[in-house]
């Protein structure tokens, strides 16, 4: 009965072993001579049964492994061990190799070593896979080291570095033996470590799958630069995190570059906005000015002509009064529209800020140090000493208002000299004139905004909201800007560049004009407005001058007018008309009769210059104007001209 079973079994298990096709299983004797051969090893080896039985196995082994005797290593270690296991080149029937999987055990009886069963699989296919991957790997390793514009390297799970290219050795500062090992929060800056701001990188990372952000990161020796990072998780065959790559790219020139550029755009929106307003702002200025002259000239004629009444005259003086005003805040309007008249001059800052110490410390109090500093050698600035001296007083009262509870007002002044342009700068060589306080300071929004006409922080009646535009208004119309540097609870500099003055002495004088006529000789005036109110007006008060006056609304009428009257000495006329305007009017009549003086009434800096006449060598009357003033101005009109004939005279006899 058992021996039926045993031989039952026996030949399952040959069936068994003769059905495998992807192992060569076979049975060697103790000397290694092959005694059993299945379908499997003859697939693989290329060998039918006839051809392998009792034949050595080392056949199948490569000649070098023969020459080491390898196969007799092979079996002593399977006897010795119990198994025998490696992997290796072997060879079949046609000299071809394939790359085997080769397990040996001793077979035995009683303790006795009767053979040995051997188990080969072709694993050939398998080892090409695994090379061509190895393969792969070291061409990306080699790739990652060879980089050196990204920073690429690994974390393991809890964010310590594991691997560091060349890349981040040059981004960062750091050697791989200094980095591998260490948590990479260290390349974070001290804020974002304290805002956790590297766990919860990775934690988006391992959430959503990937994390990206730019921000500011550390090197090794401390400084900063701006940097893209890129994290993205790596998961092992079951899923699980395993570690995360992170890529990290210096971006600091294109950030830089990219902020600039913002910048630039930003400055040509604020210049263009600026500009739009200055526009309006001009033109409304201009056509109230134009208002004021006929309301000032009226009442100052009516004061001249009534009496003196206790109950009147009162009133009339404070409409005045309200009209001079008025006066003031159109010059600041044109100041602000960079179109309000300037005398520009080479001005000594330290000079004019000495001179107006007294009236400055008077207008802020007794509980506000001034502290005022200038550098040893301090060139001229071109610019309108009058409007400078505003100015001044404006960003001091600024900074007064910033001092609720007393401090320090600081007046510097140096000179800098801007290579290059960038926003406002102009290249050239500047003197700065800085006021700075100690006070309350001011949010960015606040900051951006206060050079806007009408725009103040203070309550209302407390300020026009025009002192910083027409600040910025003069800094721009003598050929440079203003800065602002504040921060909440630090204070405010406000800093006024001038261009330095290629002429140290004072403004060329304006040449003077031909003899208009003697101090008191009664005129033939030609007026010219468009405006009725402004005309109606001058015209009253040449008349009670007690000069004789020709009335023109254009330009063109002004023309045909002085064709007709060889008398008129004296043009006086509004710049800015429709069609000609007042100076292209002067260059007309200059070409008819040189001898003619030709003066402007305005209350605009923008003229229209005429080749045939130099637009500064024109007489200027500025709107509005009392009789007081106009009167004035026609004596210097005659003083003048009386010089001028004097000379004429006398160059002449030295000629004769």
């Known amino acids: 009965m058992t021996n039926s079973n045993d031989g039952s079994d026996d030949s399952r298990y040959r069936l068994l072993v003769e059905s495998i096709t992807d192992y ?37 082994y490569t000649p070098e492994d023969r020459e080491a005797g390898r196969p007799g290593l092979a079996l002593q270690s399977a006897a010795e061990a119990g198994r025998f296991e490696s992997e290796g080149w072997r060879v079949r029937k046609d000299g071809t190799k394939f790359w085997a999987h080769v397990v040996i055990d001793p077979i035995r009886r009683d303790e006795e070593l009767i053979g040995f069963a051997k188990i080969t699989r072709d694993l050939t296919e398998r080892r090409k896979a695994e090379q061509a991957l190895k393969q792969s790997e070291e061409q990306f390793r080699i790739l990652v080291s060879g980089v050196t514009d990204y920073a690429i390297y690994m ?79 790596i998961l092992g065959d079951d899923g699980e995190i395993v570690g995360f790559a992170k890529i990290t790219r210096d971006i600091t020139e294109r950030a830089a570059a990219q902020r600039e550029l913002e910048a630039a755009r930003e400055a040509l929106y604020q210049s263009q906005k600026m500009e739009a307003i200055g526009q309006l702002t001009g033109g409304v200025a201009h056509d109230f000015n134009n208002l004021l002259a006929a ?4 009442l100052d004629l009516l004061r001249k002509r009534l009496p003196y009444d206790p109950r009147m005259t009162p009133l009339l003086e404070n409409a005045i009064q309200g009209a001079e005003r008025g006066a003031v805040l159109t010059q600041r309007m044109l100041a602000f529209a960079r179109k309000q008249e300037l005398k520009l001059e080479a001005v000594d800052v330290p ?25 040893d050698v301090l060139p001229k600035a071109r610019t309108d000493p009058y409007q400078l001296e505003t100015a001044l007083l404006n960003l001091v009262v600024n900074a007064r208002d910033a001092l609720p509870n007393g401090g320090e007002i600081a007046i510097t002044a140096d000179q800098v000299t801007v290579p290059r342009a960038s926003g406002e700068r102009r290249i050239g060589d500047y003197v700065r004139l800085s006021v700075s306080d100690n006070g309350t300071g001011m949010p960015a929004e606040i900051a951006a905004r206060v050079t806007e006409p009408f725009f103040t922080t203070k309550g209302v009646g407390k300020g026009t909201g025009l002192g910083l535009s027409m600040v910025q ?9 203003i800065e602002i540097e504040t921060e909440v609870g630090h204070g405010t500099r406000i800093d006024l560049w001038l261009p330095v003055s290629s002429d140290e002495g ?8 031909p003899a208009a006529a003697h101090a008191g ?12 109110l402004v005309l109606t007006n001058t015209v009253a008060m040449l008349d009670e001058l007690g000069h004789h006056v020709l009335v023109a609304n254009s330009g063109e009428e002004a023309l045909v007018i002085f064709e007709r009257h060889p008398e008129i000495d004296l043009v006086l006329t509004d710049e800015v008309m429709p069609g000609l305007s007042g100076s292209e009017l002067a260059e007309r009549v200059k070409q008819l009769r040189s001898t003619v003086t030709v003066a402007l009434a305005t209350g605009y800096a923008d003229l229209h210059p005429s080749p045939g006449v130099a637009v500064g060598t024109l007489p200027r ?7 007081a003033l106009l009167a004035g101005f026609l004596e210097d009109l005659a003083l003048n001209g009386s010089r001028s004939a004097l000379r004429a005279e006398t160059d002449h006899q030295r000629l004769g």
């Open 506 to 513: 004072s403004v060329a004088t304006l040449a003077e004009p």
């Open 351 to 375: 000079q004019l800020v000495r001179g107006m110490g007294d009236f400055i410390r008077r207008s802020i109090g007794p509980n506000i140090e001034v502290r005022v500093q200038f550098v």
């Open 521 to 532: 000789k009664r005129l033939v005036v030609l007026a010219v407005d468009d405006d009725p």
């Open 155 to 233: 974390l393991d799970p809890s964010g310590k570095v594991i691997s560091w290219n060349a890349g981040a050795e040059r981004i960062k500062g750091y050697k791989p033996d200094e980095i591998i090992g260490d948590h990479f929060s260290r390349f974070y800056v001290p804020e974002e470590v304290d805002a956790d701001a590297p766990a919860n990188a990775l934690r988006v990372a391992t959430e959503a799958g990937r994390f990206e952000k730019e921000g500011w990161r550390l090197r090794k020796d401390g400084s900063r630069f701006w940097a893209h990072v890129v994290i993205d998780p």
């Open 473 to 481: 208004g003069l800094a721009g119309q003598s050929g440079g800007w």
């Open 621 to 627: 009357l500025s709107k509005p104007f009392t009789l």
């Open 295 to 298: 309301i000032t000239g009226s």
């Open 24 to 60: 060569a299983i076979y049975m060697l004797d103790p000397n290694g001579h092959v005694t059993s051969w299945n379908p499997g090893a003859e697939r693989f080896k290329g060998y039918i049964a006839d051809e392998v039985l009792g034949t050595h196995f080392s056949q199948f």
